[in-house]
């Protein structure tokens, strides 16, 4: 069973930056893909940026340009830098693993204009 903890949300005004980080239990990075999602208050969750085992990025429209997913496979960490930051951005963002289908408990964003 693996375990995703996310860290680094906070309060930050538009134009701001933050990073995220999720640390996993196990050694499962260098095959894995990885995910942030996010979910605003009575929208679904949405894809934010994903990360494969080749380093291979893909994000959503609303960010690109603006958010950068990395990993650190022997820290078993994957990261989110988000810059540019709007009001628009607020959500609670989550650490998701393809492989075995888990998420964290999510951790809060708020963007203040």
């Known amino acids: 069973q693996v375990q995703l903890v996310e860290y680094g949300g906070g309060l930050v005004q538009a134009g701001g930056s933050l990073r995220l980080s999720c640390v996993a239990s196990?050694?499962?990075?260098?095959?894995?893909?990885l995910a942030w999602y996010r979910q605003a208050p009575g929208f679904q969750r949405e894809l934010v940026a994903s990360?494969?085992?080749?380093?291979?990025?893909d994000y959503a429209e609303s960010v690109q340009g603006r958010f950068t997913i990395s990993k650190d496979n022997a820290k078993n960490t994957v990261y989110l830098q988000m810059s540019s930051l709007k009001p628009e951005d607020t959500a609670v963002y989550y650490c998701?693993?393809?492989?075995?289908?888990?998420w964290g408990p999510g951790t809060q964003v708020t963007v203040f204009s």
């Open positions: 998701y693993t393809y492989r075995y289908d888990s």
């Open positions: 196990g050694s499962m990075f260098i095959i894995d893909t």
């Open positions: 990360i494969n085992g080749f380093g291979s990025t």
